[in-house]
């Protein structure tokens, strides 16, 4: 189950990291480009957005855990009464 869920993640980081590298490569050049607060206020809500995706990644996996984890079998217990 480990192998699965690792082989998943890393297969989706692949695939998002292929996506957006081709979609960097077909974007136009543009003359003039941005200004250094342009940059830093689209750098600053990107690093938003990844500290909230990280947890949540993080939780999403417990939960997928939490539903797919054996169950421990009930010890029936024998009273000698």
């Not at 699965?4 to 998002?16: P, R």
């Not at 607060?37 to 990844?50: C, E, K, P, R, S």
């Amino acid at each position: 189950m480990k192998s699965l869920i690792k082989n998943t993640v890393i297969a989706l980081i692949c695939v998002g990291m292929a996506v957006s590298t081709a979609a960097a490569e077909t974007a136009p050049a543009t003359q003039g480009g941005g200004s250094l607060l342009l940059t830093l206020f689209i750098g600053f809500f990107a690093l938003i957005v990844v500290f909230q995706l990280v947890p949540a990644c993080l939780l999403f996996v417990g939960i997928l855990k939490g539903l797919f984890a054996r169950k421990p079998e009930a010890k029936q217990e024998i009273s000698n009464r």
